[in-house]
């Protein structure tokens, strides 16, 4: 079932859907390069109703999920090799990183974490630095986070001053765990002037930080709390 993937005719919707899962429940490279590129690149009726689905298998390829959709029951997969799709994810991440589906990118940048593609790190810096789609750019934060990578301190300053309260929120729950000196006078400074999502981020920042200083910036903030001076939807987090 899954050797059709590798024939060039058109098929039926049923049919690529269980060989795209099969090709997923029997792993292996070749497998990968065919789901990847018939059901995520391609253009076409065919790619275009499964294209979501097939970019989710391709995101968890190493670690897939637990429910066989060939067989509509639960099964443990092993664990998988993350260089059998290591080459042609590296080859394949461009492509999928412009492609005009959101979800497409934010699989680029699931697969290529779970491949622990650190390579891709100035890929991620300039994705987060871009005005695209504010769930892909706070992925790829999030990914250079994850990875540790040289780039993430010019990824913080870039999501900072970025026009997204969510990517900004983002950036300042990280900024408390890559560099806590650094952490409390920005958080100090923006939360007066933040956004609801913004305070309620830098307070859980804060938090994260754990020393006398931000614990009395937080002391501070319940008093103003008590003054009816702090937004309610940052109430809560507080």
């Known amino acids: 079932l899954a050797d059709v993937l590798g024939q060039k005719r058109s098929l039926p919707f049923a049919m690529a859907r269980r060989a795209m899962h099969a090709a997923n429940r029997l792993g292996g490279a070749a497998r990968y390069a065919a789901v990847l590129d018939r059901f995520v690149l391609a253009s076409g009726a065919e790619s275009d109703r499964l294209r979501g689905e097939a970019a989710n298998l391709i ?16 099964r443990v997969y092993g664990a998988r090799d993350a260089e059998a799709a290591h080459a042609k994810l590296a080859s394949s991440f461009a492509a999928m990183m412009a492609h005009p589906d959101a979800a497409v990118q934010q699989a680029a940048i699931r697969a290529a974490r779970a491949a622990e593609m650190a390579e891709i790190a100035p890929e991620l810096l300039t994705t987060v630095q871009g005005d695209g789609n504010e769930e892909v750019r706070i992925a790829a934060l999030n990914t ?95």
Do not use: H
């Not at 995101?59 to 639960?74: G, K």
């Open 59 to 74: 995101a968890s390829w190493t670690a897939p999920q637990e429910f066989d959709r060939v067989r509509n029951e639960s």
């Open 144 to 238: 250079l986070s994850d990875f540790g990578a040289e780039q993430l301190g010019e990824g913080l300053r870039a999501a900072g001053q970025s026009d997204s309260a969510k990517l900004r929120a983002r950036a300042m729950r990280l900024l408390a765990k890559w560099d806590p000196v650094e952490a409390l006078p920005i958080l100090a400074d923006v939360l007066p002037r933040a956004e609801a999502a913004e305070q309620a981020a830098a307070f859980g920042a804060l938090a994260d930080l754990a020393n006398p200083q931000a614990d009395a910036l937080l002391v501070a903030w319940v008093n103003r709390l008590g003054a009816g001076e702090v937004p309610g939807a940052s109430q809560l987090e507080l």
